[in-house]
Protein backbone atom coordinates (compact mmCIF):
# COMPACT_ATOMS: atom_id res chain seq x y z
CA UNK A 1 0.00 0.00 0.00
CA UNK A 2 1.21 3.37 -0.86
CA UNK A 3 2.08 5.89 2.12
CA UNK A 4 -0.25 8.84 1.84
CA UNK A 5 0.52 10.64 5.76
CA UNK A 6 3.44 10.43 7.42
CA UNK A 7 4.56 11.20 10.79
CA UNK A 8 7.53 11.22 13.25
CA UNK A 9 6.19 11.76 17.26
CA UNK A 10 9.11 12.99 19.43
CA UNK A 11 8.55 9.86 21.64
CA UNK A 12 7.29 6.15 21.63
CA UNK A 13 4.01 6.83 24.02
CA UNK A 14 3.11 9.82 22.11
CA UNK A 15 2.93 7.74 18.80
CA UNK A 16 0.99 4.57 20.30
CA UNK A 17 -1.08 8.08 21.20
CA UNK A 18 -1.52 8.87 17.71
CA UNK A 19 -1.52 5.78 16.19
CA UNK A 20 -4.85 4.86 18.28
CA UNK A 21 -6.63 7.76 17.37
CA UNK A 22 -5.91 7.92 13.77
CA UNK A 23 -6.67 3.92 14.28
CA UNK A 24 -10.60 4.78 14.76
CA UNK A 25 -10.94 5.79 11.28
CA UNK A 26 -10.54 2.08 9.50
CA UNK A 27 -7.37 3.24 7.77
CA UNK A 28 -4.03 1.31 8.50
CA UNK A 29 -1.67 2.27 10.57
CA UNK A 30 1.82 1.20 11.15
CA UNK A 31 4.38 2.64 13.50
CA UNK A 32 7.96 2.06 13.32
CA UNK A 33 9.87 1.90 16.52
CA UNK A 34 13.17 4.64 14.92
CA UNK A 35 14.40 5.27 11.32
CA UNK A 36 13.76 1.20 10.04
CA UNK A 37 17.33 1.17 7.96
CA UNK A 38 15.84 -0.35 5.49
CA UNK A 39 14.05 0.97 2.66
CA UNK A 40 10.14 1.64 2.64
CA UNK A 41 8.17 -1.91 2.09
CA UNK A 42 5.11 -3.15 2.66
CA UNK A 43 3.86 0.19 4.27
CA UNK A 44 0.72 1.15 5.60
CA UNK A 45 -1.32 4.27 4.47
CA UNK A 46 -0.52 5.93 7.32
CA UNK A 47 3.02 5.63 8.96
CA UNK A 48 4.38 6.76 12.22
CA UNK A 49 7.76 6.65 13.12
CA UNK A 50 8.82 6.91 16.53
CA UNK A 51 12.05 8.87 17.87
CA UNK A 52 13.80 9.43 21.40
CA UNK A 53 14.24 12.92 20.81
CA UNK A 54 12.09 15.67 23.33
CA UNK A 55 14.62 15.69 25.37
CA UNK A 56 17.31 15.24 23.08
CA UNK A 57 20.36 17.90 22.52
CA UNK A 58 18.67 20.10 19.60
CA UNK A 59 21.32 19.16 17.09
CA UNK A 60 20.77 15.61 17.44
CA UNK A 61 16.76 16.05 17.59
CA UNK A 62 16.82 17.84 14.51
CA UNK A 63 19.41 15.12 13.02
CA UNK A 64 16.73 12.43 14.15
CA UNK A 65 13.74 13.82 12.78
CA UNK A 66 14.89 14.75 9.08
CA UNK A 67 16.89 11.17 8.28
CA UNK A 68 12.85 10.02 9.69
CA UNK A 69 11.26 12.89 7.27
CA UNK A 70 13.65 11.18 4.91
CA UNK A 71 12.53 7.66 5.19
CA UNK A 72 8.63 8.85 5.02
CA UNK A 73 9.68 10.89 1.96
CA UNK A 74 10.55 7.65 -0.18
CA UNK A 75 7.67 5.31 1.42
CA UNK A 76 5.62 7.95 -0.95
CA UNK A 77 3.93 10.06 1.87
CA UNK A 78 2.77 13.69 0.77
CA UNK A 79 1.31 14.69 4.10
CA UNK A 80 3.35 15.16 7.40
CA UNK A 81 2.67 15.85 11.16
CA UNK A 82 5.59 16.25 13.66
CA UNK A 83 3.56 14.97 16.95
CA UNK A 84 4.55 16.57 20.52
CA UNK A 85 2.98 16.26 23.90
CA UNK A 86 -0.49 17.65 24.67
CA UNK A 87 1.01 19.89 27.44
CA UNK A 88 3.87 21.20 24.63
CA UNK A 89 6.89 19.79 26.89
CA UNK A 90 9.86 21.21 25.77
CA UNK A 91 12.80 23.31 27.02
CA UNK A 92 13.36 27.30 26.03
CA UNK A 93 15.76 25.65 23.43
CA UNK A 94 13.20 23.07 22.34
CA UNK A 95 12.71 20.90 20.71
CA UNK A 96 9.36 21.23 19.13
CA UNK A 97 10.30 24.77 17.72
CA UNK A 98 13.74 24.02 15.76
CA UNK A 99 12.54 20.34 14.75
CA UNK A 100 9.38 21.95 13.03
CA UNK A 101 11.78 24.70 11.37
CA UNK A 102 14.14 21.69 10.01
CA UNK A 103 11.08 20.05 9.13
CA UNK A 104 9.77 23.44 7.00
CA UNK A 105 12.96 24.15 5.14
CA UNK A 106 13.33 20.15 4.19
CA UNK A 107 9.89 20.44 2.83
CA UNK A 108 10.29 24.31 1.33
CA UNK A 109 7.07 25.21 3.05
CA UNK A 110 6.97 28.74 4.79
CA UNK A 111 4.57 28.60 7.24
CA UNK A 112 2.91 25.22 9.45
CA UNK A 113 0.23 25.38 12.62
CA UNK A 114 1.03 24.32 16.47
CA UNK A 115 -1.93 22.76 18.04
CA UNK A 116 -1.12 20.79 21.19
CA UNK A 117 -5.01 20.92 22.37
CA UNK A 118 -6.91 17.12 23.37
CA UNK A 119 -9.96 18.21 24.62
CA UNK A 120 -11.21 14.36 25.33
CA UNK A 121 -7.85 14.40 27.45
CA UNK A 122 -8.35 17.91 29.23
CA UNK A 123 -5.74 19.95 26.63
CA UNK A 124 -7.45 23.09 25.46
CA UNK A 125 -6.00 26.13 23.92
CA UNK A 126 -7.79 29.80 24.26
CA UNK A 127 -6.19 32.64 23.27
CA UNK A 128 -2.87 31.10 22.89
CA UNK A 129 -2.91 29.35 26.56
CA UNK A 130 -2.89 26.46 27.25
CA UNK A 131 -4.73 24.49 30.03
CA UNK A 132 -4.75 20.81 31.41
CA UNK A 133 -8.28 20.27 33.03
CA UNK A 134 -9.12 24.04 34.16
CA UNK A 135 -6.00 24.67 35.21
CA UNK A 136 -3.26 27.10 33.42
CA UNK A 137 -0.22 24.52 32.37
CA UNK A 138 2.26 26.86 34.47
CA UNK A 139 -0.73 26.20 37.51
CA UNK A 140 -0.73 22.26 36.62
CA UNK A 141 1.35 19.37 38.03
CA UNK A 142 3.35 19.99 34.38
CA UNK A 143 4.96 22.89 36.12
CA UNK A 144 6.81 20.00 38.72
CA UNK A 145 8.00 17.68 35.26
CA UNK A 146 11.35 16.40 36.34
CA UNK A 147 12.55 16.81 32.67
CA UNK A 148 10.80 19.61 31.33
CA UNK A 149 8.96 21.86 33.68
CA UNK A 150 6.24 23.56 32.22
CA UNK A 151 6.49 27.25 33.68
CA UNK A 152 4.36 29.56 30.85
CA UNK A 153 1.00 28.57 29.81
CA UNK A 154 1.64 30.85 26.71
CA UNK A 155 2.36 29.01 23.55
CA UNK A 156 3.48 31.79 22.02
CA UNK A 157 5.61 33.30 23.96
CA UNK A 158 7.24 29.22 24.71
CA UNK A 159 7.53 28.57 21.00
CA UNK A 160 9.19 32.48 20.25
CA UNK A 161 12.36 31.37 22.35
CA UNK A 162 12.71 28.09 20.40
CA UNK A 163 11.92 29.84 16.60
CA UNK A 164 13.76 32.05 14.38
CA UNK A 165 10.52 33.24 12.28
CA UNK A 166 7.66 35.09 13.54
CA UNK A 167 4.95 33.21 15.71
CA UNK A 168 1.21 33.84 15.32
CA UNK A 169 -2.22 32.88 16.19
CA UNK A 170 -5.54 31.68 15.05
CA UNK A 171 -7.88 32.40 17.89
CA UNK A 172 -10.76 30.77 19.03
CA UNK A 173 -13.04 33.62 17.87
CA UNK A 174 -12.22 32.84 13.91
CA UNK A 175 -11.87 28.76 14.56
CA UNK A 176 -15.55 29.04 15.67
CA UNK A 177 -16.57 30.78 11.97
CA UNK A 178 -15.26 27.68 10.54
CA UNK A 179 -12.92 26.49 8.28
CA UNK A 180 -12.59 28.72 5.82
CA UNK A 181 -12.56 31.99 8.01
CA UNK A 182 -9.75 29.90 9.47
CA UNK A 183 -7.79 28.93 6.18
CA UNK A 184 -8.51 33.07 5.59
CA UNK A 185 -6.30 34.05 8.64
CA UNK A 186 -3.65 31.67 8.15
CA UNK A 187 -3.44 32.74 4.77
CA UNK A 188 -3.73 36.17 6.00
CA UNK A 189 -0.69 35.68 8.87
CA UNK A 190 1.32 34.00 5.57
CA UNK A 191 0.89 37.61 4.07
CA UNK A 192 2.76 39.29 7.03
CA UNK A 193 5.78 36.87 6.90
CA UNK A 194 4.17 34.48 10.09
CA UNK A 195 5.65 31.27 9.69
CA UNK A 196 4.55 29.90 13.10
CA UNK A 197 1.06 29.91 13.85
CA UNK A 198 -0.80 28.63 16.84
CA UNK A 199 -4.41 27.12 16.71
CA UNK A 200 -7.06 27.77 19.47
CA UNK A 201 -8.89 24.68 20.48
CA UNK A 202 -10.99 23.97 23.45
CA UNK A 203 -13.74 21.47 21.88
CA UNK A 204 -13.71 18.48 19.47
CA UNK A 205 -15.53 19.89 16.77
CA UNK A 206 -12.85 22.74 16.67
CA UNK A 207 -10.73 20.27 15.96
CA UNK A 208 -12.52 18.94 12.57
CA UNK A 209 -12.50 22.77 11.81
CA UNK A 210 -8.48 23.02 12.02
CA UNK A 211 -9.02 19.63 10.21
CA UNK A 212 -10.65 21.04 7.41
CA UNK A 213 -9.05 24.26 7.19
CA UNK A 214 -5.39 22.30 7.19
CA UNK A 215 -5.86 19.14 4.96
CA UNK A 216 -3.72 20.01 2.13
CA UNK A 217 -0.88 21.98 4.11
CA UNK A 218 2.36 19.65 3.83
CA UNK A 219 3.07 20.14 7.47
CA UNK A 220 1.09 20.40 10.18
CA UNK A 221 2.29 20.03 14.16
CA UNK A 222 0.54 19.61 17.17
CA UNK A 223 -0.96 16.50 19.75
CA UNK A 224 -2.12 13.78 18.76
CA UNK A 225 -5.85 14.82 18.63
CA UNK A 226 -5.88 17.89 15.84
CA UNK A 227 -4.69 14.91 13.72
CA UNK A 228 -7.43 12.51 14.08
CA UNK A 229 -9.86 14.23 11.99
CA UNK A 230 -7.35 14.05 8.55
CA UNK A 231 -7.72 10.62 7.41
CA UNK A 232 -11.28 10.41 7.52
CA UNK A 233 -11.51 13.76 4.91
CA UNK A 234 -8.47 12.62 2.51
CA UNK A 235 -10.75 9.07 2.53
CA UNK A 236 -13.70 11.24 1.32
CA UNK A 237 -11.28 12.74 -1.26
CA UNK A 238 -10.38 9.89 -2.23
CA UNK A 239 -6.93 10.18 -1.43
CA UNK A 240 -6.94 7.14 0.74
CA UNK A 241 -9.11 3.76 1.75
CA UNK A 242 -9.89 2.22 4.45
CA UNK A 243 -8.79 -1.35 4.48
CA UNK A 244 -8.47 -4.13 7.16
CA UNK A 245 -5.15 -3.86 8.73
CA UNK A 246 -2.42 -6.22 7.35
CA UNK A 247 -1.81 -7.65 10.46
CA UNK A 248 -4.57 -8.28 13.33
CA UNK A 249 -3.60 -8.23 17.18
CA UNK A 250 -2.01 -11.04 17.91
CA UNK A 251 -0.39 -12.07 21.28
CA UNK A 252 0.50 -15.99 23.07
CA UNK A 253 -1.16 -16.56 26.44
CA UNK A 254 0.82 -15.86 29.28
CA UNK A 255 1.14 -13.40 32.80
CA UNK A 256 0.82 -9.67 32.55
CA UNK A 257 3.34 -7.03 34.67
CA UNK A 258 3.27 -3.32 34.96
CA UNK A 259 5.72 -1.52 34.68
CA UNK A 260 6.02 2.32 35.68
CA UNK A 261 8.75 4.47 35.25
CA UNK A 262 6.39 7.88 35.39
CA UNK A 263 6.17 10.48 37.92
CA UNK A 264 3.19 12.40 36.69
CA UNK A 265 0.50 13.07 39.13
CA UNK A 266 -1.88 10.32 37.36
CA UNK A 267 0.95 7.92 37.06
CA UNK A 268 1.28 8.59 40.95
CA UNK A 269 -2.60 7.90 41.18
CA UNK A 270 -2.38 4.46 38.94
CA UNK A 271 0.28 3.18 41.20
CA UNK A 272 -1.84 3.90 44.66
CA UNK A 273 -5.50 2.65 42.57
CA UNK A 274 -3.16 -0.82 41.90
CA UNK A 275 -1.37 -1.18 45.11
CA UNK A 276 -4.69 -0.65 46.98
CA UNK A 277 -5.61 -3.43 44.93
CA UNK A 278 -3.30 -6.25 46.66
CA UNK A 279 -0.77 -6.44 43.74
CA UNK A 280 2.01 -7.62 44.44
CA UNK A 281 4.75 -4.43 44.18
CA UNK A 282 8.30 -3.60 44.14
CA UNK A 283 9.87 -0.17 43.90
CA UNK A 284 12.88 1.28 42.45
CA UNK A 285 15.11 3.62 44.26
CA UNK A 286 17.10 5.31 41.87
CA UNK A 287 20.01 5.74 44.01
CA UNK A 288 20.14 1.82 45.04
CA UNK A 289 20.02 1.06 41.58
CA UNK A 290 23.09 3.30 40.86
CA UNK A 291 24.92 1.51 43.48
CA UNK A 292 24.01 -2.35 43.02
CA UNK A 293 21.91 -2.87 39.71
CA UNK A 294 18.39 -4.41 39.03
CA UNK A 295 19.74 -7.59 40.23
CA UNK A 296 17.20 -7.33 43.72
CA UNK A 297 14.50 -6.55 41.32
CA UNK A 298 14.88 -9.13 39.15
CA UNK A 299 15.50 -11.68 42.11
CA UNK A 300 12.08 -10.30 43.70
CA UNK A 301 10.17 -10.85 40.15
CA UNK A 302 11.39 -14.44 39.88
CA UNK A 303 9.59 -15.71 42.93
CA UNK A 304 6.19 -14.06 42.17
CA UNK A 305 2.99 -15.70 41.70
CA UNK A 306 2.41 -15.55 37.17
CA UNK A 307 -0.93 -15.76 38.11
CA UNK A 308 -1.36 -12.22 39.95
CA UNK A 309 0.01 -9.34 38.24
CA UNK A 310 2.98 -7.53 39.85
CA UNK A 311 3.65 -3.97 39.70
CA UNK A 312 7.32 -2.67 39.56
CA UNK A 313 7.65 1.38 39.68
CA UNK A 314 9.83 4.25 40.22
CA UNK A 315 6.93 6.43 40.18
CA UNK A 316 7.63 9.09 42.74
CA UNK A 317 6.39 12.48 44.28
CA UNK A 318 8.30 15.60 43.18
CA UNK A 319 10.12 16.17 46.18
CA UNK A 320 10.93 12.71 45.96
CA UNK A 321 12.59 13.01 42.54
CA UNK A 322 14.42 15.83 43.03
CA UNK A 323 16.30 14.29 45.67
CA UNK A 324 17.75 11.32 43.44
CA UNK A 325 18.50 14.25 40.84
CA UNK A 326 20.04 16.07 43.31
CA UNK A 327 23.05 12.62 44.01
CA UNK A 328 22.55 11.57 40.96
CA UNK A 329 22.10 14.11 38.28
CA UNK A 330 18.92 14.27 35.97
CA UNK A 331 19.43 12.33 33.29
CA UNK A 332 21.35 9.88 35.49
CA UNK A 333 18.78 9.78 37.52
CA UNK A 334 16.53 8.43 34.91
CA UNK A 335 18.31 6.46 32.78
CA UNK A 336 19.26 4.28 35.57
CA UNK A 337 15.39 3.71 36.37
CA UNK A 338 15.33 3.15 32.10
CA UNK A 339 17.36 0.81 32.17
CA UNK A 340 16.05 -1.08 35.18
CA UNK A 341 12.71 -1.39 33.87
CA UNK A 342 13.71 -2.61 30.44
CA UNK A 343 15.79 -5.69 32.27
CA UNK A 344 12.72 -6.84 34.31
CA UNK A 345 10.49 -6.63 31.01
CA UNK A 346 13.27 -9.00 29.17
CA UNK A 347 13.40 -11.13 32.49
CA UNK A 348 9.65 -11.71 32.32
CA UNK A 349 9.56 -12.11 28.64
CA UNK A 350 11.71 -14.80 29.54
CA UNK A 351 9.40 -16.38 32.23
CA UNK A 352 6.62 -16.45 29.70
CA UNK A 353 5.02 -12.53 30.73
CA UNK A 354 3.20 -12.30 27.10
CA UNK A 355 0.69 -8.88 28.44
CA UNK A 356 3.04 -5.49 29.20
CA UNK A 357 1.12 -2.79 31.07
CA UNK A 358 4.10 0.39 30.57
CA UNK A 359 3.75 3.61 32.08
CA UNK A 360 5.62 6.69 30.52
CA UNK A 361 6.95 8.01 27.70
CA UNK A 362 11.35 7.42 28.43
CA UNK A 363 10.37 4.22 30.43
CA UNK A 364 8.37 3.34 27.08
CA UNK A 365 11.18 3.76 24.96
CA UNK A 366 13.43 1.72 27.12
CA UNK A 367 11.44 -1.01 26.93
CA UNK A 368 10.54 -1.28 23.58
CA UNK A 369 14.40 -1.65 22.91
CA UNK A 370 14.99 -3.87 25.15
CA UNK A 371 12.46 -5.91 24.04
CA UNK A 372 13.75 -5.98 20.63
CA UNK A 373 10.62 -4.48 19.35
CA UNK A 374 11.07 -2.44 15.40
CA UNK A 375 7.28 -2.29 14.69
CA UNK A 376 3.87 -2.08 16.24
CA UNK A 377 0.20 -2.73 15.18
CA UNK A 378 -2.41 -0.87 16.63
CA UNK A 379 -4.73 -2.81 18.58
CA UNK A 380 -8.22 -1.48 20.62
CA UNK A 381 -8.19 1.55 22.64
CA UNK A 382 -7.78 1.22 26.67
CA UNK A 383 -8.55 4.68 27.28
CA UNK A 384 -8.29 7.98 24.66
CA UNK A 385 -4.88 7.67 23.17
CA UNK A 386 -3.86 4.75 24.85
CA UNK A 387 -4.13 1.66 22.40
CA UNK A 388 -3.31 -1.74 23.22
CA UNK A 389 -0.22 -3.09 20.68
CA UNK A 390 0.61 -6.16 19.45
CA UNK A 391 4.42 -6.71 18.36
CA UNK A 392 7.04 -9.78 18.15
CA UNK A 393 9.60 -10.10 20.83
CA UNK A 394 12.50 -12.66 20.42
CA UNK A 395 10.22 -14.25 18.12
CA UNK A 396 7.07 -14.31 20.31
CA UNK A 397 3.94 -12.41 20.29
CA UNK A 398 3.43 -10.27 22.82
CA UNK A 399 0.74 -7.37 23.44
CA UNK A 400 1.81 -4.19 24.85
CA UNK A 401 0.38 -0.67 25.91
CA UNK A 402 2.93 2.38 26.36
CA UNK A 403 1.05 5.23 28.11
CA UNK A 404 2.32 8.30 28.78
CA UNK A 405 2.37 9.70 31.95
CA UNK A 406 -0.71 11.83 32.20
CA UNK A 407 -3.14 9.76 30.39
CA UNK A 408 -5.77 7.09 31.82
CA UNK A 409 -8.46 7.35 34.00
CA UNK A 410 -7.05 6.26 38.21
CA UNK A 411 -7.40 3.01 37.65
CA UNK A 412 -5.82 2.48 33.99
CA UNK A 413 -3.61 -0.61 34.78
CA UNK A 414 -6.65 -2.50 35.75
CA UNK A 415 -8.76 -1.43 32.84
CA UNK A 416 -5.71 -2.07 30.88
CA UNK A 417 -5.78 -5.62 31.93
CA UNK A 418 -9.47 -5.93 31.86
CA UNK A 419 -9.48 -5.06 27.76
CA UNK A 420 -7.70 -8.07 27.48
CA UNK A 421 -9.25 -10.42 29.22
CA UNK A 422 -6.57 -10.58 31.96
CA UNK A 423 -7.61 -9.06 35.28
Known amino acids: MTTFFGAIADDLTGATDLAGLLARSGVPVSLRMGVPPQAPKNTAALEIIALKCRTAPVEDAVAQTR???EWLRRAGAQRFF?????TFDSTKKGNIG??????????????TTYCPAFPENGRSIFMGNLFVGEQPLAESPMKDHPLTPMRDSNLMRLLATQVTGRVGLANRLTVAKGAEALHARLSSLAAEGVAHVILDAVADEDLHVIAQACANMVLTTGGSAVAMPLPGLWRDQGLITATPPAAAARFEDGPAIVLSGSCSSMTNRQVADFLQAGHPAYRLDPVELNRNGAGAAQAWLARQDPGVTPLIYATAEADQVRIAQDELGRDRAGEVVEQALAACAVAARDAGTRRFVIAGGETSGAVAKGLGIDRLNIG??????????????????IAITLKSGNFGAPTFFKDALRVLGND
Do not use: N
Open 67 to 69: AAL
Open 82 to 86: WKYCS
Open 98 to 111: PVAEALMRDLGTEQ
Open 380 to 397: QEIAPGVPWCFAESAGMH
